[in-house]
């Protein structure tokens, strides 16, 4: 045991380690020529115990202002958002006990898009607390999207699996009709629209990070309680129930926080793929599948996946920047495929 916790620190550490890494590499790149020595010298500067130990001599403020107004709130948002969908995306494949679940199987994203379709072009403009009407629409059609997929799969005070993923599926289809409807019937907001499902961090701020974080770092707090009931459910319902585990409860409950999760971090983004089905595989094949590791290691897996992404969907077209969701497709379809053929593979073998 003590050996197992050992090993779990040390991965930890790396990961936060690697994290902090993403972090200042990130800020030091863009059209803004700024080292990786300043970056690391300004950041710093803002740690208040140490703060008044750092040089500063020879740092423009124009240098200071652009990592910290802009770069900086936007890693910090990529950060947030990659850890919500990727310890999402195992709360997911825990419940299902599906490995190709990812956040989106309820139709969230497919909400999400609807409720800033329509805020796009409606124009409706009222702002709550930080949030853009763009993301409120989104946060709110992605809760509602999840609500019907939950209502219509239930029945009656069970939620078996499948009969949600069958609603999840055709909610979603229901949906992408509607919104294709819409811009067919709004082409000059067709751009637009396109460009937010794509998923970007370009108007990201302090106080829309401080908006989003109370719920997914609440979200995923309450999740990391679950891992021990994950690992029940993993060996199959029945056997959990045998060893005290109310799973219809653990179930709602598990589905209800990972909703509200990846709907704070969608609003806040656009739709960003193939993060919550990516990393926790990738976690899985190094931690191991005990959700105890699993959960907290894709919380900084995902984290330093989308800070990455997006530094390079920023800096691979210049000028301009390419949308993100283009940046984790372009890794994600790859290994979704791979998976595909893996399990081909193994169930031909057998």
């Known amino acids: 045991m003590k050996k197992r916790n050992k090993k779990l620190i040390q991965g930890l550490v790396a990961l936060a380690a690697g994290l902090v890494l993403a972090v200042v590499a990130a800020s030091a790149i863009g059209s803004a020529d700024i080292s990786f020595g300043d970056s690391a010298r300004i950041l710093l500067s803002r740690i208040p115990l140490i703060n008044g130990m750092i040089p500063m001599e ?18 910090f948002l990529a950060a947030l958002v990659g850890s919500a969908l990727s310890v999402s995306g195992v709360a997911y494949q825990g419940i299902f006990k599906n490995p190709m679940a990812d956040p989106f199987v309820l139709g969230i994203s497919s909400g999400a898009a609807l409720g800033a379709t329509l ?4 124009g409706f403009n009222v702002g709550v607390a930080g949030l853009s009407s763009v993301s409120v629409g989104a946060f709110a059609g992605a809760l509602l ?15 078996p699996v499948v009969t949600l993923l069958l609603a999840g599926i055709a909610v979603n289809y229901l949906l992408s009709s509607m919104i294709s409807l819409i811009m067919s019937l709004n082409r000059d907001e067709m751009e637009h629209i396109i460009f937010w499902t794509m998923g970007s961090f ?34 199959g319902e029945e056997s959990a129930k045998g060893v005290g585990v109310d799973t219809e409860k653990v179930k709602k409950n598990i589905l209800v926080v990972a909703s509200v999760v990846t709907a704070a971090a969608v609003s806040v983004s656009g739709i960003i793929g193939f993060v919550g089905l990516v990393i926790p595989h990738v976690v899985r094949i190094i931690s191991g599948p005990d959700h105890r590791t ?15 992404s997006d530094t390079l969907a920023r800096t ?30 193994r169930s031909s073998v057998r």
């Not at 805020?119 to 409606?122: A, D, E, K, L, M």
């Not at 370009?202 to 690992?231: C, E, H, K, M």
């Not at 894709?298 to 330093?304: H, K, Q, R, T």
């Not at 077209?317 to 595909?340: C, R």
């Open 145 to 159: 999207a999840a609500y019907v997929v939950y209502n219509v799969g239930r029945v009656g005070n069970r939620t």
């Open 202 to 235: 370009s108007t990201a701020d302090w106080l829309q990070i401080l908006v989003a974080f109370v719920p997914i770092a609440f979200g995923t707090g309450y999740l990391l309680t679950y891992a021990r009931d994950l690992n029940a459910l993993a060996i």
């Open 294 to 308: 699993l959960l907290p290691f894709s919380i900084l897996g995902g984290a330093v996946f989308l800070v990455i």
């Open 58 to 75: 020879g740092i423009k403020p124009t240098h200071e202002a652009i990592l910290l107004k802009i770069r900086l709130p936007r890693i």
């Open 316 to 345: 691979v077209v210049m000028p301009g920047e390419l949308p993100i969701g283009i940046i984790t497709s372009v890794f994600g379809a790859p290994y979704f495929l791979y998976l595909l053929y893996r399990n081909k593979t």
């Open 119 to 122: 805020i796009i072009v409606t």
